[in-house]
DNA sequence: ACCTGAACACCGTTCAAGT
DNA sequence: ACCTGAACACCGTTCAAGT
């Protein structure tokens, strides 16, 4: 019975760009962005590794779309808000950073990834608004989207290596333990610092930079 | 005649960690740190794969070893110019981005490598000098150090895909496309300020960041 | 204690051959 | 044109067995 089976196992849809894609997300959500790998999508869509080549040029390419699918993510509805203009970067700014979070592996592949796909240029229009309703001059607001997103994706980024182990505690101990033991004769400064250094929240940080990115921004003129 | 043999030919000398990290520094600076690879180290020094694990742990500790190694070559003579402590910034965090734009694939591992080596600490007692001798509070300086090496780490992994092919060219031309045709409806402000967002000389844009940030850590109170 | 062979469980990418 | 099997050239890490 050919027919009927033809008919009620349509099991292995025809590939697509699109397609593998949406199995590099799925796979990515469940298992984490190590496990995206051309071998492991091949299995997941029932075919050998060589035939993904027809649709994705690398490895590298399958990332940057992964990403760009997961920025029609990022909330820009407070973009809208130009009167608050201040607190709507940190709200936009915010849900980028909370999405790249929740994505650690793929905010460090974001780090060396040039985005350029339509949600990446929606994003960078959005704090541009926001930074021309600011009245900051568009020369610094320009080359300052750039640092705001930059510092996102690389303080989401550092945190890619933490789920591992106990990795990130282990970090922190470490680097607390090395600025107990700096000594006033060789490191003064850091001596002298102490707990400023590792003190604060992580969201009490962050906003920090942000305002601190911010109020650069406004104050230095470009060349 | 193996006494002869042995004086003349003592072609493997002992595994020590030091010595595993001395033939990961000479794989990076000769074939990049994608080869620095436990199994290419391990042919290297003339042994397997894991015999290595006796003195390094895993391959992210390996890299964190190359990163620390590197770091003593960050020139910090200039951070004795406590007078002209903003240009002496400058040098300092240039000489930091120069030793990583050298290497970007170590930057890339360095955005998520929380060092705490000796040369680590050293840069960071640096920049936390020459920020108190700008006034910069204790505070603001701590958080702050802790932006500018991030900036500088993340410019330098920015661009560690950028040799293979013609993928920085090919890159900045698809997002120069993508500015280029961005309708004034859709994205307005990325149509008003077209050519500010890709203007600039990397050396240009870089000093610009580091201005931009010191200039936004004095002005940022801590919370 | 230190070292190793061999194995386990994977990778990206190419290319000739098929449909 | 699209798809694939098979191969090439690699990976990190573990573990039982040796010295």
Do not use: C
């Amino acid at each position: 019975m050919p027919a009927l089976s033809r008919r009620e196992r349509p099991a292995k849809p025809a590939l697509t760009r699109e397609g593998i894609i949406d199995a590099a997300v799925r796979v990515m959500e469940s298992d984490g962005l190590q496990r995206v790998t051309m071998r492991r999508l091949a299995q997941e869509l029932d075919t050998g590794p060589a035939s993904l080549y027809v649709y994705v040029a690398n490895s590298y390419e399958l990332h940057a779309a992964i990403l760009d699918r997961l920025l029609a993510q990022v909330d820009l509805t407070a973009a809208k808000d130009a009167a608050d203009w201040r607190e709507a970067l940190h709200e936009v700014l915010g849900s980028y950073t909370d999405l790249l979070f929740a994505h650690p592996s793929l905010a460090h592949s974001a780090v060396h990834t040039h985005p350029d796909g339509p949600h990446y240029l929606a994003l960078v229009d959005s704090l541009l608004g926001l930074l021309a309703a600011g009245q900051v001059p568009a020369g610094q607001a320009a080359w300052g989207v750039d640092l705001l997103l930059q510092t996102a994706t690389a303080t989401a980024a550092e945190h890619a290596n933490d789920s591992k182990d106990g990795n990130a505690e282990a970090a922190f101990r470490r680097l607390n333990e090395a600025v107990d033991n700096a000594s006033a004769q060789q490191f003064p400064n850091l001596h002298a610092h102490g707990v400023d250094l590792l003190s604060g929240t992580p969201s009490e940080r962050r906003r920090w930079a942000f305002d601190m990115l911010i109020n650069g921004i406004i104050a230095t003129a470009r060349p």
